[in-house]
């Protein structure tokens, strides 16, 4: 099995930054994807952004421009490098890793997560 541990998250102000890393351990080999979601409280978990095996990124509409995710192509480890961060930004942040079979991705791993707060 693999494990995922995230660091980074805390409080920030409005226009701050914060920058979380993913490490994992384990059974980590054949990953086609890592990346993060995130789950504010009331809402439902979403993809905030993800690479995938051949390098190749995906950022939710809502951080486009503001969150950069890197790594070495969907291997451990990853971060994703949060700038002028809102309020709305406050959630917890997960990091998350899967394969792609029928064209989907699976994403069947998953860490404990870390919380991030955008607060004044």
């Known amino acids: 099995q693999a494990q995922f541990v995230e660091s980074g998250g805390g409080l920030v102000q409005p226009g701050g930054s914060l920058r979380l890393s993913c490490v994992a351990s384990?059974?980590?080999?054949?990953?086609?994807?890592m990346g993060w979601y995130r789950q504010a409280p009331g809402k439902q978990r979403e993809l905030v952004a993800f690479?995938?095996?051949?390098?190749?990124?995906i950022s939710a509409d809502s951080v486009k421009g503001r969150f950069t995710i890197s790594g070495d192509n969907a291997r451990s480890p990853i971060n994703l490098q949060m700038n002028s961060l809102k309020v709305e930004d406050t959630a917890v942040y997960y990091c998350?890793?899967?394969?792609?079979?029928?064209?989907?991705?699976?994403?069947?791993?998953w860490g404990q997560g870390t919380q991030v707060t955008v607060s004044s």
């Open positions: 998350a890793a899967g394969r792609r079979a029928s064209g989907v991705y699976n994403w069947a791993y």
């Open positions: 384990g059974n980590i080999f054949g990953f086609d994807v």
């Open positions: 690479i995938n095996s051949g390098g190749g990124t």
